[in-house]
């Protein structure tokens, strides 16, 4: 078997076995083929694609490139959550607090942001002390004394990932389909939870622009795994606009606590009830995502989901008052208010632009290596349906600078306003 002919196959369009997958990505983690010979082999999946039965090879073939946690000394159903990135998505330091406060284990390991989206580890830093390099015992240590542990991605956990998505960062393909599929769910498979819930982000700021893509994408998610006896359900939720009203680290994570505390912006709540709900449905503690989210939110008003979050910073590391008095993150010097230039209704606050600028104020990197400030970003003060009147605020920068002229246009332009009335639809789908 060689590499040429493999990549001649799939570039010809034919489907490829068991044997041919498992070579290629045992070779390339190896460093067997070099990474101009795997290019041209994810260029070739790029544009060709594989049917669902190749999507499922290539996840079983990352998965098995690394250890797979067994958390079956951990009593009880054990839950994962993971978005597939997006702005102002700051989901799983809600959900997590919520779902492990009824008693379910939530294993979650997560990622850092690149480009225009932001990753939860990140946001996690904001917070002093808040270490997310646990060692793979430690995680299952901390989630079975106290039900929840947030951590980033250990070494060896699918590392056949980490070195394709590099690569496909700088080769033009990652929004493939199959790509995307079988890098998440051989993560998520790896990190050994019974139930997965896949936040599948649609639109602008999101991989997949179209929810006919977004669908076939959760489709194939929900079907890998399956294949793996495994629950898996896929929301399908808009990101054509940022999620909530804060995008930037250390104003996420001040979102989030507000959210725990019952305060947070009305869409950012709605999804991260439903979320918590359909974890909470699959993981047996309620028969209704009715029921459910009536849980979570008995979780918030007696906030023992805030003293979970509380328990679950103290226990890595960071300064749990934090939690307490968000009043303590330190704020950005400089806070520059962005008024509109004509009255109407909002119908859509660009996410990729929003994200974009968010990262060049610093919140967010370019290259994984880059220092991010967590200080930065944006505060929206309008969302898309609201009116607003000419010369209203519509945003606020957070800034190290003063002069931040070229951001404040881009996040004037990301405001579409029109003179008829809109309403933004959040939750698209779910797929069970
Ligand atoms: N998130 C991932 O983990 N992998 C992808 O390919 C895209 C989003």
Redesign the pocket.
């Known amino acids: 078997m060689n590499a040429i002919d493999i990549i001649a196959k799939k570039r010809d369009g034919l489907k490829l076995n068991k044997d041919e997958i498992d070579f290629m990505i045992n070779s390339y983690t190896n460093g067997d083929i070099p990474d101009y010979q795997m290019s041209a082999f994810l260029m070739a999946i790029y544009l060709n694609g594989m049917d669902d039965y190749e999507s499922f090879l290539l996840t079983d073939s990352m998965l098995k490139s690394g250890d797979v946690l067994d958390l079956s000394m951990i009593d009880g159903i054990k839950v994962d959550k993971h978005s ?2 997006g702005v102002g998505d700051k989901t799983t330091l809600v959900v997590g607090p919520i779902v492990a406060s009824l008693g379910i284990k939530v294993a979650k390991m997560s ?1 850092r942001g690149l480009g225009h989206t932001g990753g939860t580890i990140d946001k996690l830093e904001s917070i002093p002390g808040y270490n997310v390099n646990l060692s793979e015992d430690e995680f299952i240590k901390q989630i079975e004394k106290i039900g929840i542990a947030i951590i980033g991605p250990t070494k060896s956990l699918a590392p056949a990932d980490k070195k394709l ?1 590099a690569l ?1 960062d700088v080769t033009a393909t ?1 929004s493939s389909i199959p ?2 599929a079988s ?2 769910m051989s ?1 998520k498979l790896a990190a050994g939870t019974d139930v997965i819930v896949l936040d599948v982000k649609v639109g602008s700021g999101a ?1 997949m622009k179209t929810i006919d893509d977004a669908k076939k994408l959760a489709e194939l998610m929900v079907s890998i795994g399956k294949s793996f006896n495994k629950k898996v359900i896929a929301m399908l939720t808009d990101m054509n606009d940022p999620l909530g009203l804060a995008i930037g680290n250390n104003l996420e994570v001040i979102e989030a606590i507000n959210t725990l505390n019952g305060k947070g912006p009305k869409d950012f709540t709605d999804l991260c009830l439903l979320a918590s709900a359909e974890l909470i449905v699959a993981a047996g503690y309620a028969k209704t995502v009715e029921d459910a989210t009536k849980l979570a939110k008995k979780q918030i008003d007696n906030k023992k989901a805030l003293d979970k979050f509380a328990e679950l910073v103290k226990y890595q590391y960071g300064d749990p008052s934090y939690v307490y008095e968000p009043k303590k993150f330190a704020s950005a010097p400089f806070i520059i208010p962005i008024k509109a230039s004509k009255s109407g209704y909002i119908h859509k606050i660009d996410a990729l632009t929003i994200g974009n600028a968010s990262m060049r104020l610093g919140a967010g990197r370019l290259k994984l290596d880059d220092k991010i400030n967590h200080r930065v970003g944006i505060l929206l003060n309008k969302k898309s349906g609201d009116y607003v009147k000419e010369g209203d605020i519509l945003a606020y920068i957070h800034s190290v600078k003063e002069d931040n002229l070229e951001i404040e246009e881009m996040i004037k332009k990301a405001y579409l306003i029109d003179e008829s009335k809109y309403s933004p639809r959040l939750i698209l789908d779910v797929i069970k």
């Open positions: 597939t990135g990622g998505y496909r990652v790509l995307i890098s998440i993560k991989f």
